[in-house]
Structures are given as C-alpha cells and as structure tokens.
C-alpha cells in the first residue's frame, strides 16, 4: 500500500537465493548473497504503466546474479542486511516489527507446489486476469451489443483496484492497467492481447 513493487523489492532477494543455491555458494557467501541483495532492492509501483515497470523484473534478476557473483569473489555484507536492526525486513515493515520468532519454512514448504505455476493469459496486469476471463464467457453465453452498454460495474478488492490506477489510458503501456482499457477491451473485440494494446 505504500508504493513499493513486491517483485522489484524481493526479487533481488529470491534471484540472490536462487543463484546461490546454482552456484554452490556455501553458507557463509549465501548469507552475504542475501545481504547485498537487499541493497539492490527496490522498485515503486508509481512506474506502472511506463517502460520503467517491465525492467523490475529483469533488474530484480540481474541484481540476484550479481550479488551472488560479488559474494562468490569474496565480497562481504551486513551478515544481517535481512533481519536486522536495520534491515530490509523493518525498512518494510509499516511499523517496523518484524516476527523473528517464528521458524523459518524455507526449502520445507514450497507455495509453488501447492498453487502450481501462474502464467497470465493476457498481457495486462495481474489483478485483471479475473476480469477478462469473466468477460470472455459472458460475451460467449451471450451476444452482447457495445454499443448498448451504459455501465460495467466490476467488483474487485481494493488492492486489486489500486494496481489499475488509468482510468483514461493514453499509451499501450498504461492500458494494461486501466481497468476501464481492459474491460472495454474484451467486450469490443473478444480478446486481449498484445495487438490490442498498440
């Protein structure tokens, strides 16, 4: 809700942990991995719908290689740049607590396991992909005439609409983040997709 992109700030992260674990990083240069991967994070959600917003993702992935690499050459960090005082996990956090406590799961209990790989069927973002599926099948169970709709009333959670701030989209870029854009979108030509975009 404050404006940082979860991909952009934890990616460096998770990328750093992945290429640890290809590289054979033993513990110590892991831990420093990690370290220096929380300095690179970052990334806001304001760069939505700009060519700033794609580069999160593969910024977040470089970062991981690279702070894996330095760490591999023997280049050290805060050994806890994660969970300390002063750490990414407070810099995060709304009020700054952080739960220490609890143990860790990691490597015992794979989300991707249970929930399986999400790939997006449309290249819009991903709090819409409901929305244009529900459109889909309406316009397959029934003809509908564009020009006869006054009014589409989506329901979506705050956080999803929060995520789709155009509601006028100018540019390709931004209309994948315009609720309005997407909506229209599938009911004008029965599919999103790239060429819809341009």
């Not at 709090?127 to 316009?139: G, N, T």
């Not at 169970?141 to 155009?166: C, T």
């Not at 870029?173 to 060429?195: D, N």
């Amino acid at each position: 809700a404050k404006g940082w992109h979860p991909t952009a700030v934890f990616g460096p992260v998770a990328a750093a942990a992945a290429a640890a674990v290809v590289m054979g990083l033993n513990e110590h240069q892991a831990t420093h991995a990690l370290a220096m991967a929380a300095s690179l994070a970052g990334g806001v959600m304001e760069n939505f719908g700009t060519m700033a917003k794609p580069l999160h993702g593969g910024r977040a992935a470089q970062a991981g290689i690279n702070a894996a690499t330095m760490a591999l050459a023997g280049i050290e960090a805060s050994p806890t740049a994660i969970e300390g005082e002063l750490g990414l996990m407070r810099a995060l956090s709304p009020n700054g607590k952080v739960d220490l406590a609890t143990p860790g799961t990691l490597g015992r209990d794979w989300r991707l396991l249970k929930l399986r790989l999400n790939i997006k069927k449309y290249p819009t973002v991903g709090a819409s992909q409901r929305m244009v599926d529900s459109l889909l099948a309406l316009k397959k169970q029934q003809a509908i005439d564009p020009a006869k709709i006054a009014l589409i009333e989506p329901r979506l959670s705050v956080r999803h609409y929060a995520v789709m701030p155009f509601h006028a989209a100018e540019t390709g870029l931004r209309a994948k983040f315009s609720m309005q854009f997407i909506a229209a979108c599938a009911l004008l030509h029965g599919k999103v997709g790239l060429m819809q975009l341009k």
